[in-house]
């Protein structure tokens, strides 16, 4: 591993060619926050994906990606006079610090979720903070991230189940009144009621300490994984795929589950 003065110089030098991008390549220099935003998010799904797959090359690699656009943003920022790369890491540690008493202070914590309330107090007393416990969550997130986050904020507060074991009979009741709306045909009351029934689970995956997006992710994988299975035995022999029977379809499925 590198040494501290090392990394500093990796991150200097990572400033400069940001500089020389800007000045001299048309494609960098006419980039604005809004052209860059999209492949932000691209680079930030590539990011997640790597994570999930444990692929620590790529890891590297799109962390690598990801940083380019913090520093693009903290240039352009810096090009308009309003902040550079110094301030954006500068209030991130004055947060950072302010955030942890119990490391540079004097708070005592019992353990993670005690960290985890003491930091949405926090949060509220900041001059920029959320002025309510659910602000902070981005409008923009993901639905199933963003019904985790609205649970976990609402927890930090004291709004949760005394019991995790509790959260299953509000799985079923609301599983029983999406039954309930699909067997009247009101499309739109049953789509309501899906939801909760998501928003619940979600829920019950936040108790049990489960990621619920890569529990998903997970089951997108194994489902593509054994579905190009099924489509590559009808290849095999010479048929298409929606020529096969669903029994031959489950079959090859079943054959994709042992491998």
């Given at each position: 591993m590198h040494t501290r003065e090392e990394k500093l110089e990796a991150f200097g030098r990572l400033l400069d060619v940001m500089d020389t991008l800007r000045e001299k390549c048309p494609w960098d220099r006419k980039q604005t926050n809004q052209s860059l935003r999209p492949n932000t998010i691209e680079e930030t799904?590539?990011?997640?994906?790597?994570?999930?797959?444990?692929?620590?090359?790529?890891?590297?690699?799109?962390?690598?990606?990801?940083?380019?656009?913090?520093?693009?943003?903290?240039?352009?920022?810096?090009?308009?006079?309003?902040?550079?790369?110094?301030?954006?890491?500068?209030?991130?540690?004055?947060?950072?610090?302010?955030?942890?008493?119990?490391?540079?202070?004097?708070?005592?914590?019992?353990?993670?979720?005690?960290?985890?309330?003491?930091?949405?107090?926090?949060?509220?007393k900041e001059k920029d903070g959320n002025k309510t416990v659910l602000s902070g969550v981005p409008a923009a997130l993901p639905s199933v991230i963003k019904a985790e986050r609205i649970q976990e904020k609402a927890s930090n507060v004291g709004f949760d189940w005394h019991n995790r074991e509790d959260v299953w009979p509000k799985v079923k009741e609301e599983i029983a009144e999406f039954e309930a709306e699909v067997?009247?045909?009101?499309?739109?009351?049953?789509?309501?009621?899906?939801?909760?029934?998501?928003?619940?689970?979600?829920?019950?995956?936040?108790?049990?300490?489960?990621?619920?997006?890569?529990?998903?992710?997970?089951?997108?994988?194994?489902?593509?994984?054994?579905?190009?299975?099924?489509?590559?035995?009808?290849k095999e022999q010479g048929r298409d795929l929606k020529d096969l029977t669903l029994e031959e379809m489950d079959r090859f499925w079943e054959e994709a589950k042992k491998h």
């Open positions: 799904y590539e990011l997640c994906e790597a994570l999930l797959n444990e692929d620590n090359a790529n890891i590297c690699k799109e962390l690598g990606d990801v940083l380019l656009h913090i520093v693009f943003y903290a240039k352009i920022g810096s090009e308009k006079g309003e902040f550079d790369i110094a301030d954006v890491c500068n209030k991130l540690c004055d947060k950072l610090i302010f955030r942890h008493p119990h490391v540079y202070g004097e708070v005592k914590v019992d353990g993670t979720e005690q960290v985890l309330q003491n930091w949405e107090q926090l949060k509220t067997a009247s045909m009101d499309r739109d009351k049953a789509t309501r009621e899906f939801g909760d029934i998501m928003f619940a689970l979600i829920n019950a995956a936040r108790l049990y300490h489960i990621t619920p997006d890569t529990a998903l992710e997970l089951t997108n994988q194994k489902f593509i994984s054994r579905f190009n299975y099924v489509e590559q035995q009808a």
